[in-house]
C-alpha cells in the first residue's frame, strides 16, 4: 500500500495561515492594478502566477502570529515583501538576459525588456506606499535598507562576475546582498510589528538571514548538481552567465594551471563545457562541502527559533530551514 506522500512545510505553513495568506493574496491584487496602464497588472500577474512559493511573505505572516500580533498591518508588509521580490525578478530577467524561470517564459521574453524594467519600479513605489500605511518609521527603515542592499548586492555580483580572484568573503555579501537581505527583513518586520522585545526582533532576522543565505547557497549548488526543471531554470546558467558561486571558487582555490585555464575560459565564454566543469567540482569535492555549508547555515536558522516562544508555528519554521536544504539531497 502505497503512502501519501507528506505535505512540504511550506504548504503546512501557507494552510496554517491561510486565512492572512488570503488577504495578503487580496491586497496584491487590488495594489497591482492600474487603469492607467494594463500592461503592469498583466505582467505582474504572469509572475505572480507562476507557481512561487511565496516563502518571504509566508515568514512575516509566521513571524507576526507566532509574536502574538492581533492586527492587520503584517498583511500589508507581507504584500510590501511580495511586491519587493517581484520586482527584484522582473529587473533580474533582464540583467540576466533570461528566457525561463519557474518553467516558464519570462516577462522581458514574452513583452520586453522596457516592460519589465518599468514594471518593476512600480512594484517597488507600491512596497513603500504599503510601508507607509502602516505608521511604522522603523519598518520603513528595515524594509527600505533591505531593499538598497538587495541592489547592491546584485551590482556586486555583476562586478564579480568572471573575475576569478572573487574570494568566499565577495561571495557571502552578494548572497547576503541580493537574498538573504529581503528574508532576514521579511522575518524581521513580523516581529517589529507585533511590538515584541528586542531579543526576538533579533532572533527572527537571525532565522530570516540565515535561511536565506542556505536557500542561495542550495540554488547555486542545484545549478551544477539539480535536475533543471525542478528549478526553474537550465542547469550551467551560473556558468553561462560567469557567476562565481561557492562551488566554484572553492575549486578555483584547489585547482591546478590547467584547470584554472579552463574555468577562465568557460566563464568568459560563458557557454558549453558543463561537463567538464561538473567533473571538476566533483573531483574536488565542492559540490558536497557546498551542501554541507548549506546545512551550517540551516543550523543557524534553527538555533535561533529557540530564543522565540514555543508555539506551533516555531516548529513549522524549522521544518521550513530543513526543507530549504533538503532540495540538496
Known amino acids: 500500500m502505497n503512502r501519501p506522500e507528506p505535505i512540504p512545510p511550506h504548504e503546512r505553513l501557507a494552510a496554517a495561515l491561510s486565512d492572512d495568506m488570503a488577504a ?26 507562476g507557481g512561487g512559493k511565496r516563502v518571504r511573505p509566508l515568514l512575516t505572516v509566521a513571524a507576526a502570529r507566532l509574536c502574538g500580533y492581533e492586527g492587520d498591518h503584517h498583511l500589508r508588509l507581507a504584500a510590501t515583501v511580495e511586491f519587493i521580490h517581484t520586482a527584484t525578478l522582473l529587473h533580474d530577467d533582464v540583467v540576466d538576459e533570461s528566457k525561463q524561470r519557474r518553467g516558464r517564459p519570462t516577462a522581458n521574453l514574452l513583452w520586453d525588456n ?16 504599503l510601508m507607509v500605511e502602516t505608521g511604522s518609521l522603523r519598518v520603513l527603515d528595515i524594509l527600505a535598507n533591505a531593499a538598497a ?26 548572497v547576503r546582498g541580493k537574498t538573504a537581505a529581503l528574508f ?85 565564454r560563458g557557454e558549453g563545457e558543463f561537463a567538464q566543469a561538473r567533473a571538476i567540482l566533483d573531483r574536488h569535492g565542492t559540490l558536497e562541502e557546498t551542501r554541507a555549508e548549506a546545512l551550517a547555515w ?20 524549522a521544518d521550513l530551514a530543513d526543507y530549504v536544504v533538503a532540495r540538496a539531497s
Do not use: C
Open 24 to 49: 495578503v493574496d487580496a491586497l496584491i491584487r487590488d495594489r497591482m492594478a492600474s487603469e492607467a496602464a494594463p500592461r503592469i497588472p498583466q505582467v505582474t500577474e504572469h509572475l505572480l502566477g
Open 114 to 129: 522596457q516592460s519589465s524594467v518599468l514594471v518593476g519600479d512600480y512594484l517597488f513605489a507600491r512596497s513603500f506606499q
Open 149 to 174: 542592499t538587495i541592489a547592491e548586492g546584485e551590482v556586486l555580483q555583476l562586478s564579480a562576475a568572471r573575475d576569478l580572484s572573487t574570494t568566499e568573503d565577495t561571495y557571502l555579501r552578494i
Open 184 to 268: 532576514e527583513a521579511a522575518a524581521q518586520v513580523g516581529g517589529v510589528i507585533a511590538g515584541v522585545e528586542e531579543d526576538r526582533v533579533a532572533a527572527l532576522a537571525e532565522y530570516g538571514d540565515a535561511i536565506g543565505v542556505a536557500f542561495q547557497i542550495v540554488d547555486d549548488w542545484l545549478d551544477y548538481g539539480g535536475a533543471g526543471d525542478g528549478i526553474g531554470k537550465n542547469l550551467g546558467d551560473d556558468l553561462r552567465e560567469g557567476k562565481l558561486t561557492l562551488p566554484v571558487i572553492r575549486a578555483l582555490a584547489r585547482a591546478d594551471e590547467g584547470e584554472r585555464a579552463f574555468w577562465k575560459g568557460a566563464l568568459e
Open 298 to 317: 540551516r543550523d543557524r536558522a534553527v538555533a535561533a527559533l529557540e530564543r522565540l516562544p514555543d508555539h506551533p508555528l516555531r516548529g513549522m519554521l
